[in-house]
T-cell receptor
Framework: KQEVTQIPAALSVPEGENLVLNCSFTDSAIYNLQWFRQDPGKGLTSLLLIQSSQREQTSGRLNASLDKSSGRSTLYIAASQPGDSATYLCAVSETGNQFYFGTGTSLTVIP | DAGITQSPRHKVTETGTPVTLRCHQTENHRYMYWYRQDPGHGLRLIHYSYGVKDTDKGEVSDGYSVSRSKTEDFLLTLESATSSQTSVYFC??????????????FGQGTRLTVV
């Protein structure tokens, strides 16, 4: 069974800092990997989707990379802002449909 | 919200009663999912559907059943609710028909409390 781990579980940074969130998975035979953001009491918002054939995806201040062979993905957030405070979740899919989730990294950006 | 509506958004029910949660999509996605989210466990898949009347179990399916009679609707039923089923339930969709797009989108969640 695929196991997804996110480290650290919580992170607090001052505004303006660049930061990296980590996601690791145990089985490298994945179809894709997706990063989500979740605000308290809300649903999940899709941030970036990386197909297994891709190495990275970018959207605005966000950049996600994928290294299948080592079972790792990173989410890079540039010039963090207080509005970036949320829980960030990564999910991997082995077949393009079922997703396995990590428990998330809770990010606080201090003004 | 990618055209996903969950109902109800909040529900309190008594142990032993049946409960049905509804997920409705307007995006014509092939796959629909029900997840539950609990502290310390993250999101876990309960059941999913890959088409009308085509469903399969996820990792925490015991005590739950699902039905999909139309592309746009996916129902999750707790036949006899237990306190261990107190959770936040999320519906998700993926696989837009006719496109090779596997991005998943989530609803806003249903907070269920079993007392």
């Amino acid at each position: 069974k695929q196991e997804v781990t996110q480290i650290p579980a919580a992170l607090s940074v001052p505004e303006g800092e660049n930061l990296v969130l980590n996601c690791s998975f145990t089985d490298s035979a994945i179809y894709n990997l997706q990063w989500f953001r979740q605000d308290p009491g809300k649903g999940l918002t899709s941030l970036l989707l990386i197909q297994s054939s891709q190495r990275e995806q970018t959207s605005g201040r966000l950049n996600a990379s994928l290294d299948k062979s080592s079972g790792r993905s990173t989410l890079y957030i540039a010039a963090s802002q207080p509005g970036d405070s949320a829980t960030y979740l990564c999910a991997v899919s082995e077949t393009g449909n079922q997703f396995y989730f990590g428990t998330g990294t809770s990010l606080t950006v201090i003004p | 919200d990618a055209g996903i509506t969950q109902s109800p958004r909040h529900k309190v029910t008594e142990t032993g009663t049946p409960v049905t949660l509804r997920c409705h999509q307007t995006e014509n996605h092939r796959y629909m999912y029900w997840y539950r989210q609990d502290p310390g466990h993250g999101l876990r898949l309960i059941h999913y559907s890959y088409g009308v009347k085509d469903t399969d179990k996820g990792e925490v399916s015991d005590g739950y059943s699902v039905s999909r009679s139309k592309t746009e609707d996916f129902l999750l039923t707790l036949e006899s609710a237990t306190s261990s089923q107190t959770s936040v339930y999320f519906c998700a969709i993926s696989g837009r028909v006719a496109l090779m797009n596997t991005e998943a989108f989530f609803g806003q969640g249903t907070r269920l409390t079993v007392v």
